[in-house]
């Protein structure tokens, strides 16, 4: 149970000066059931999560207490659930909204690229993100030791290097290029500007999702080196 939305739900309609009764009209459920939520005796459906965010207009980040920022850039929006699952914890709905966070950011990326019109740096962070993914996946993957390793042809006493260090040298042929120092780039000269108001302009679903992820990446950051 997140003990974060009970408390910041009851916050945003005391700051606003509304009734328990008045809150329960405008999004058409009971009062107890209202009251349920604020005590954190019930969970909430995914659904009406981002209900709440909307009639309070701040993100669903803020109301589930990831960040203090009540709008970043937009209000982020997930999947909703078919109507047969029920209630969703938070956990769950936690990893709903970092799924669609980290989708929508890598779709920017890739928006981006392509203004770009460079192939080496396309291939270079395509490479880059691809061995993320593997990474973690071998990490999950193998978190059970009945999971068969034949699905991997780099021994796992191996692989957490070969993979760091591959990366890396794909990051840095990607800023050799973007930097201008790239040897083996045909079309090192073709990388354009792309300001943020274009991307907010053209791909606001995307830049939405990016800005929050940047608030969540430095804040975490931040937080660790505290």
Known sequence: MNNEFPRIITLLRKEKRLSQKQVATDMHISQSL???????????KLELIIKFADYYNVSCDYLLGRTTERSIGGT?????????????????????????LIHNSVDL????????NNKDIENN???YLMVSIYRMFRLIYSSNPKNPQALFSI????????????????????????YGKGVHSSDSASTSFVPPEIMTSELPLY??????????VENNIKQKKQ
């Not at 982020?76 to 799924?99: A, C, F, H, I």
């Not at 890739?110 to 770009?116: C, G, I, P, R, T």
């Open 76 to 100: 982020l929006t997930v999947d909703r659930p078919e109507s047969n699952e029920g209630s969703v914890n938070y956990g769950n709905m936690l990893l709903q909204m970092n799924k669609r």
């Open 109 to 116: 990326v890739f928006e981006v690229m392509s203004k770009m």
């Open 125 to 127: 962070v395509s490479d």
């Open 34 to 44: 209202l009251s349920h939520y604020e005590k954190g005796k019930r969970e909430c």
């Open 155 to 178: 021994p796992a006493s191996l692989y957490n290097g070969y993979t760091s260090t591959y990366q890396s040298s794909k990051e840095l042929s990607a800023m050799e290029i973007i």
């Open 207 to 216: 830049s939405t999702a990016m800005l929050n992820l940047i608030k969540i």
